[in-house]
């Protein structure tokens, strides 16, 4: 069976673009990218950024209705997930919600900072003081 220069072509092209579906280009190598980060400066940048939304104990602003609320960072639903997942969900927002990108105003250090914070209320969720 003989293919027509055409065809090739169009089978190259499908084939290409098919590989490019299950590649990871775009998206952030987390596993190059330093972990553990440092939590009291953490508390200095979720001060400064993050508190006005999720408020100083994480659950949320009462004065703010948001629709969707904003997420409630002591809770099961946000503390269970990887680090990964939820460094991807500070840096790049969430889409449909008041969660924004912040990958423009913080840089990669600062968002594991603010990570390494968030983790501190995972304490309240476990019941410790």
Same mark, same amino acid.
């Given at each position: 069976?003989? =293919?027509?220069?055409?065809?090739?072509?169009?089978?190259?092209? *499908?084939? *290409?673009?098919?590989?490019?579906?299950?590649?990871? @280009?775009?998206?952030?190598?987390?596993?190059?990218? &330093?972990? #553990? +980060?440092?939590?009291?400066?953490?508390?200095?940048?979720?001060?400064?950024?993050?508190i006005r939304c999720h +408020?100083?104990?994480? %659950? +949320?602003?009462? #004065? @703010? %209705?948001?629709? &969707?609320?904003?997420?409630?960072?002591? *809770?099961?639903?946000?503390?269970?997930?990887l680090d990964g997942t939820?460094?991807?969900?500070? /840096?790049?927002?969430?889409?449909?919600?008041? =969660? #924004?990108?912040?990958? /423009?105003?913080?840089?990669?250090?600062? @968002?594991?900072?603010?990570?390494?914070?968030? $983790?501190?209320? $995972?304490?309240?969720?476990?019941?410790? &003081?």
């Amino acid at each position: 069976m003989r =293919m027509t220069g055409r065809r090739v072509v169009l089978c190259v092209l *499908s084939a *290409s673009l098919l590989g490019l579906g299950f590649s990871n @280009i775009g998206v952030k190598d987390l596993t190059a990218l &330093p972990k #553990g +980060g440092d939590s009291v400066s953490g508390r200095e940048i979720y001060v400064n950024t993050c508190i006005r939304c999720h +408020g100083i104990d994480g %659950k +949320g602003t009462l #004065g @703010i %209705k948001l629709v &969707p609320p904003p997420a409630d960072l002591t *809770s099961s639903a946000v503390q269970d997930r990887l680090d990964g997942t939820l460094f991807r969900r500070i /840096h790049e927002g969430k889409p449909n919600t008041a =969660m #924004g990108a912040w990958k /423009h105003s913080l840089s990669d250090e600062e @968002i594991w900072d603010v990570l390494a914070y968030v $983790r501190t209320f $995972r304490a309240e969720l476990d019941g410790q &003081p």
